[in-house]
């Protein structure tokens, strides 16, 4: 009698382990469950390709669109050669699996001839033997930096930036109708786009001035490849400087050699801005603050403080992408060692007949397993933008300063939008203001 307890016992802990192991496998695999649902009209009709977000968009390079049908396996979906418009040329397609979502992921990759805005049309698809036309999102195609012939441009500090009227990367374009007065340092970055790297650098100062070059920088370095760099900017360090006269007063022209993406060498000469000059503000400055010398008939000032902008590099960008998937990876080893022991210690608790406590170390399973989907599907990225918008549109009026670099975390999703916040800070942003995804 005593030995058929026993094999009761047995068999009771084994069948209740096997029961935790299965629910666990069965949490990962829910995603797939799905995946004989048949799509409704409206699903269907919600769809859309859109390109990749990591893309660059430039011409005359394949360009991957991704399209993502849920709760329908691969083998349910066909896709017909695509019938582009002139200029859009079709390249290749892959058709997998999207273990995420448990439906079907599509990667379209297409070339174009021309910038502007484009739209690829429609893509003829049949989704569960039902025949449908999936659009394309409309794109904004940019010349190919590799085309393109160096430009020098100059991005003015935040506080130094209402002086200005900006382009898209910051960089003045021309003075606004506001008024500098005399003596009011403007500091800036010289950059350097759609180059390899640059040969020289020369600077031609208007009177009547004091130049500071607070940064420098090896500028001849040779950067990395086209396909790897083309977004990037050479950085040809910082200055400030500060008219001494009222009047009218133009900031300095810089002049530069450098080679483009296709190697080839020109001249570049960086934009030539008129300022009105107005009579100068009592300000206290104490003399060890700065060093001044007379030079070709203008004065030069050489500050160790400058108003230079703080650098955030590629590589440090990366290296926040790479600290939040360690951070999550690490999490992840976490809490399934925690479900992994608390399992161990309910078997152990019913095998002692010790019920309460064992049913108590199951719901800590629970918990645990309902907190690690809580933590791990937080959608986190690193911001590479300057600011947030109050709505999803490029001409919001009310918009927010966030440091280039920061870790945000998406709470909403609206088309290429995303809203997201940074502790107390929160706004819109495109998603090509972010790096990585989770």
């Known amino acids: 009698m005593e030995k058929q307890r026993i094999n009761i016992r047995h068999r009771f802990v084994k069948r209740l382990l096997g029961l935790c192991i299965f629910c666990m496998l069965m949490s990962g695999l829910s995603p797939l469950w799905a995946a004989s649902i048949s799509l409704t009209k409206n699903q269907i009709e919600s769809l859309i390709i859109q390109p990749d977000p990591s893309e660059r968009l430039v011409t005359d390079r394949e360009i991957k669109f991704i399209l993502n049908i849920p709760l329908v396996s691969a083998g349910e979906v066909e896709v017909r050669n695509p019938d582009f418009p002139n200029g859009i040329n079709f390249k290749s397609f892959r058709k997998t699996t999207n273990y995420s979502t448990g439906g079907t992921k599509l990667e379209i990759w297409i070339t174009f001839e021309n910038p502007g805005l484009q739209n690829p049309g429609k893509l003829e698809t049949f989704v569960q033997n039902t025949r449908c036309f999936i659009p394309f999102s409309d794109v904004n195609i940019s010349a190919n930096p590799k085309d393109l012939f160096p430009q020098l441009i100059v991005v003015p500090s935040q506080k130094s930036a209402p002086y200005f009227n900006l382009g898209a990367l910051g960089e003045i374009t021309s003075q606004s109708n506001k008024v500098l007065p005399a003596g009011t340092p403007v500091t800036f970055n ?76 020109s001249q570049t000469t960086s934009v030539l801005v008129e300022m009105k000059i107005g009579k100068a503000k009592a300000v206290e400055k104490k003399a060890s603050e700065s060093k001044q010398f007379f030079n070709d008939g203008f004065y030069i000032e050489q500050s160790d403080a400058s108003e230079s902008t703080h650098e955030i590099t590629e590589e440090k960008i990366e290296l926040s992408w790479k600290k939040i998937q360690n951070r999550k990876k690490l999490l992840n080893l976490l809490f399934l060692s925690l479900i992994f022991i608390t399992v161990l210690l309910a078997v152990s608790l019913l095998w002692k007949r010790r019920w309460k406590l064992a049913l ?79």
């Open 360 to 438: 108590i170390s199951l719901g800590f399973t629970l918990v645990l397993i309902l907190s690690k989907g809580i933590f791990l599907n937080k959608d986190r990225r690193v911001f590479t933008g300057t600011v947030l918008f109050s709505i999803p549109e490029e001409n919001a009026k009310s918009n927010v300063p966030l440091e280039k670099g920061t870790v945000v975390l998406v709470e909403e999703e609206t088309g290429d939008w995303l809203y997201v916040k940074s502790n107390s800070t929160g706004g819109w942003a495109k998603k090509g203001d972010f790096y990585g995804h989770e």
């Open 190 to 265: 010289l950059y350097l786009k759609y180059a390899q790297r640059a040969v020289s650098l020369n600077h031609n100062l208007p009177e009547n001035c004091l130049f500071t070059q607070d940064r420098t920088v090896d500028y001849t370095e040779i950067k990395k490849s086209y396909d790897e760099n083309s977004q990037n900017l050479i950085d040809l360090g910082t200055y400030t400087w500060t008219p001494i006269n009222a009047g009218t007063g133009t900031i300095p022209v810089f002049t530069s050699d450098a080679y483009n993406y296709s190697n080839y060498k």
